[in-house]
């Protein structure tokens, strides 16, 4: 397992930055999952704070989703299932909290990375920020994700995406789709316009950002028990041979 993943939280003003990293491509090992889940928690209980920009570090990939290595760790259902939780986990934690988040989506993203930007209430992206739901293609699905990304671009956009697990849709697609809310050229643009965003909206009436949350995430009750039951299902399909054999062919590449 990954050691030297971390994620670091800095505060300015009414802002909170939180920053994830792993050196695979930005991907999610559990132990990472459950700090991203545990810092969101915390800092949705702070008054002194009304937004949130969620990013990662580096000029590659944005998020490569699940850890593979840990996916191929999982030897039961049980394990299979608490590692999906994980992202179930983190998405609940963003759905609930009374915070805005703001998604900064320089690069590539993949899966569940898809999943965390689509669980931004507004996002940031580069160009270079294509989006891919690459989980049929290892014989699982984007299963714990789903209703977040089906909430942002709608189901038919999700079933284009699923389906074409090896095709990149473009930033541009992803814009005109709703996943993203603004596309720049380069990072230094994008990190311009995000600042002067996140300054404007931190400094809204902190009720009315909770009483916004509350109606941009209706319909939603029921997630904490649907997205469990959405990692079952990704546990059990992760044990499959097919699955198996898909990683190991992906990490030989």
Not at 66 to 88: C, R, Y
Not at 130 to 148: Q, R, T
Not at 176 to 192: F, K, N, S
Request: proline share 2%; net charge negative; charged share 20%.
């Amino acid at each position: 397992m990954e050691t030297n993943a971390y994620i670091k939280t800095a505060t300015a003003d009414k802002i909170a930055t939180i920053t994830f990293y792993s050196a695979a491509s930005n991907s999610f090992p559990s132990t990472l999952l459950d700090e991203l889940t545990h810092t969101i928690t915390e800092l949705s209980a702070s008054t002194a704070i009304t937004t949130i920009i969620l990013q990662s570090e580096g000029t590659g990939a944005f998020c490569a989703g699940a850890s593979f290595d840990e996916l191929l760790s999982i030897q039961d259902k049980a394990t299979g299932k608490k590692f999906f939780s994980g992202f179930a986990n983190v998405i609940n934690a963003m759905r609930k909290s009374p915070k805005l988040f703001i998604g900064r989506i320089h690069g590539k993203t993949v899966g569940g990375g898809v999943g965390l930007a689509a669980s931004c209430d507004y996002c940031f992206a580069t160009e270079h920020a294509s989006i891919k739901l690459s989980e049929l293609a290892i014989g699982i699905g984007p299963f714990v994700i789903e209703p977040a990304v089906s909430r942002k671009i709608g189901k038919t956009a999700f079933t284009s995406m699923s389906l074409a697990a090896h095709e990149w849709k473009t930033a541009s697609w992803a814009q005109q789709h709703g996943l993203y809310d603004e596309v720049y050229d380069t990072i230094d643009r994008l990190d311009l316009e995000l600042q002067t965003f996140a300054q404007r909206v931190s400094a809204y009436n902190p009720e009315a950002i909770t009483e916004m949350k509350n109606i941009f995430w209706e319909g939603t009750a029921n997630w904490d028990q649907l997205l469990t039951e959405r990692a079952e299902i990704s546990g059990r399909l992760v044990l499959s041979e097919f699955t198996i054999n898909a990683l190991n062919s992906f990490k030989k590449k």
